[in-house]
Nanobody, 125 residues
Framework: QINLIESGGGSVEAGDSLRISCKASGRSFNTFKMGWFRQSPGKEREFVAGISWSGGITHYRDSVKGRFTISRDNAKNTVYLEMNSLKPEDTAVYYC??????????????????WGQGTQVTVSS
């Protein structure tokens, strides 16, 4: 069992930056690959970014490449999502997720075993 709690969401203007965090507790955090997903009203939850258990491999959806950076600090049991040059279309509830799978395929939502409660990010134009 692993519990995930997101924090750091908020309301910003287009072009601003924001960093959201996900703190894990429970089982060994450094054995899980981690992902960030987001969901906006009326849309399905979509993959944003993923990171391997060691932090050495990352993957992003095309629309956030070059703007978002995922990272993790295994000593702090925390994964981060640094978001720069935010756009109104980035507005969503952002969820972190943990997967016990050792694959380096990050975008399959069905692989993730544990989810946080989400944090709202709102970007105004």
């Amino acid at each position: 069992q692993i519990n995930l709690i997101e924090s750091g969401g908020g309301s910003v203007e287009a072009g601003d930056s924001l960093r959201i965090s996900c703190k894990a507790s429970g089982r060994s955090f450094n054995t899980f690959k981690m992902g960030w997903f987001r969901q906006s009203p009326g849309k399905e939850r979509e993959f944003v970014a993923g990171i391997s258990w060691s932090g050495g491999i990352t993957h992003y959806r095309d629309s956030v490449k070059g703007r978002f950076t995922i990272s993790r600090d295994n000593a702090k049991n925390t994964v981060y999502l640094e978001m720069n040059s935010l756009k109104p279309e980035d507005t969503a509830v952002y969820y972190c997720a943990a997967a016990a799978s050792g694959s380096y395929y990050f975008s399959n939502i069905d692989e993730y075993d544990y989810w946080g409660q989400g944090t709202q990010v709102t970007v105004s134009s």
